[in-house]
């Protein structure tokens, strides 16, 4: 396997490990505030947070962390 290939595949599984449990937890919690909301409506306020959350917290902390 060649050092980028490496590269990438840590980059996704420090990635995963941080977007499952938000996912997760943002899931749970509008379930519970929102139980009568079809799925669709739920991503459609959770999916804006995640994608916010990763380009602007998750994947910078990441690359912070891989730069020393």
Do not use: K
Request: glycine fraction near 2%.
């Amino acid at each position: 396997m060649t050092r980028g290939r490496a590269d990438r595949l840590i980059f996704c599984v420090l990635v995963f490990a941080a977007v499952y449990p938000l996912v997760t937890a943002l899931s749970y919690f509008m379930q519970s505030i929102t139980p009568s909301w079809p799925l669709w409506q739920r991503h459609l306020v959770v999916v804006p947070m995640i994608v916010t959350a990763m380009v602007f917290v998750i994947i910078p902390g990441i690359n912070r962390l891989r730069e020393h």
